[in-house]
């Protein structure tokens, strides 16, 4: 029923920074904890970052320190601003958000994915 939609993906450089943006195309209730996981091509799908309803943060060592997740409970969006990109951080990015599905269970709505690219 909702949609989550993303924005910001494209090509960087190496060094470079990129800001990830994930809004729902509706109304969504009873919000808890927002994130993001990416996949790289041919790998499996990792958990990069997410943030709490209260704000707490986490992240996957591989970006922490150069990553932040941010949240904006008026908007119900969830952000991802990415700093000293490597090539590594190349993967198909997803968006999430947990959230109260229509029969009020809580559920993991999904972005459809937005393609970062790091290279020279």
């Known amino acids: 029923q909702v949609q989550l939609v993303e924005s910001g993906g494209g090509l960087v450089q190496p060094g470079g920074s990129l800001r990830l943006s994930c809004a729902p195309d509706g109304i969504l209730f009873s919000v808890t904890n927002m994130g993001w996981y990416r996949q790289p091509p041919g790998k499996q799908r990792e958990l990069v970052a997410f943030i709490t309803h209260g704000g707490i943060t986490n992240y996957t060592d591989s970006v922490l320190g150069r990553f932040t997740v941010s949240r904006d409970d008026s908007k119900t969006t969830v952000s991802l601003e990415m700093n000293s990109l490597k090539p590594e951080d190349t993967a198909v990015y997803y968006c999430?958000?947990?959230?109260?599905?229509?029969?009020?269970?809580?559920?993991?709505?999904w972005g459809k994915g937005t393609l970062v690219t790091v290279s020279s």
């Open positions: 999430f958000i947990n959230a109260a599905s229509p029969t009020w269970s809580i559920i993991r709505y």
